[in-house]
């Protein structure tokens, strides 16, 4: 157990729709990094969050957007959902805001867009 | 051309094999990641280097920064070895940049 949660463990939804994931990261860490993993694409980093501020940003489509509030949850929202965004989305945390500190990853959220 | 490169794709071992995984890249990195990612889907860090060598029980991860290489090394393989190892690599950006994933499977 990483000490990473992600809630809900799948999703099942139907194009068009907008859906929010959510990630809590290791007591103590500050970053919180998205990744998406699908089947043609393999796992790709969309987006980094450090101390409530967004810190990198990766292949994240526009269509996507997300926060990490005061209590350093954070919640990945998708929207306009495509049958191509089905994939499993990945958070993980790590104390500082480098990416060079070890990651620790949650469980993943299993999005199946229908 | 991937940034990150992976080989092999696809490994098979016996139950007690020595088993290499490589990883080559292309960009200026900080750090390589080594991840392991079972059947179930969870990930784990394995290592996380970025020069020299670690190990951690049977498994064991070095990098050459001067040839752009990283290997991950696993001795007396088990069947509960069996899963998809990443490598990832820390770009200038601070961001993760992954190799495609090589499958093993190990087999009594």
């Known amino acids: 157990d990483s000490g990473v949660t992600q809630t809900p463990k799948h999703l099942i939804t139907a194009t068009g729709q907008r859906v929010t994931l959510r990630c809590s990261p290791r007591s103590g860490d500050l970053s919180v990094y998205w990744y998406q993993q699908s089947l043609d694409q393999g796992l790709q980093f969309l987006i980094q969050?450090?101390?409530?501020?967004?810190?990198a940003k990766g292949n994240i489509l526009e269509r996507f957007s997300a926060q990490q509030f005061p209590d350093l949850h954070s919640e990945l929202n998708l929207s306009s959902l495509e049958l191509g965004d089905s994939a499993l989305y990945f958070c993980?945390?790590?104390?500082?805001?480098?990416?060079?500190?070890?990651?620790?990853f949650g469980p993943g959220t299993r999005l199946t867009v229908l | 051309k991937n940034e990150v490169e992976q080989s092999p794709q696809n490994l098979t071992a016996q139950e007690g094999e020595f088993i290499t995984i490589n990883c080559s890249y292309s960009v200026g990195i900080s750090a390589l990641h080594w991840l392991q990612q079972h059947p179930g889907g969870g990930i784990v860090s394995l290592f996380m280097l970025s020069s020299g060598k670690k190990k951690h029980g049977r498994l064991i991860a070095t990098i050459n920064i001067q040839e752009k290489h990283s290997s991950l090394h696993i001795t007396a393989s088990h069947p509960r070895d069996s899963a998809v190892y990443i490598c990832?690599?820390?770009?200038?950006?601070?961001?993760?940049?992954f190799g495609t994933g090589t499958r093993l499977q190990v087999f009594p």
């Open positions: 969050y450090y101390n409530g501020e967004e810190r």
């Open positions: 990832a690599g820390t770009s200038n950006t601070d961001k993760l940049i």
């Open positions: 993980a945390s790590s104390p500082g805001s480098a990416g060079y500190n070890e990651q620790f």
